[in-house]
């Protein structure tokens, strides 16, 4: 059973930086590909970032590239999102989720077996 712990979310000023984090359990971690979803009060869940299984290839929602940063550690079975220059429009749930068949990354959530449960990050103006 695949289980995703997530940690980090919290309420900061715009300009300001947080690290999300999100921790894997059962199966190889390192066999999955992994991505972070968000959704915004009134929106639907939209794609935010994905990681390839050894983190040598990454692909980015247009709004975030060059202020979000996914990576990944597969010792520690962790997924990471270093999101800075936070803007208000990054309010949202933020979920971490497990591409567990496949061959690439990819932004389409069905493709995407396991979900955490989504942490709140909060952007003040």
């Known amino acids: 059973q695949v289980q995703l712990v997530q940690s980090g979310g919290e309420l900061v000023q715009t300009g300001g930086s947080l690290r999300l984090s999100c921790a894997v359990s059962g199966g190889t971690f390192s066999s999955y590909f992994m991505g972070w979803f968000r959704q915004a009060p009134g929106k639907e869940r939209e794609f935010v970032a994905a990681i390839s299984r050894f983190g040598s290839s990454t692909l980015y929602e247009d709004s975030v590239k060059g202020r979000f940063t996914i990576s990944r550690d597969n010792a520690k079975n962790t997924v990471y999102l270093q999101m800075s220059s936070l803007k208000p429009e990054d309010t949202a749930v933020y979920y971490c989720?497990?591409?567990?068949?496949?061959?690439?990354?990819?932004?389409?959530?069905?493709?995407?077996?396991?979900w955490g449960l989504g942490t709140q990050v909060t952007v003040s103006s």
């Open positions: 989720a497990v591409r567990v068949y496949g061959i690439y990354m990819t932004r389409t959530q069905s493709d995407y077996k396991h």
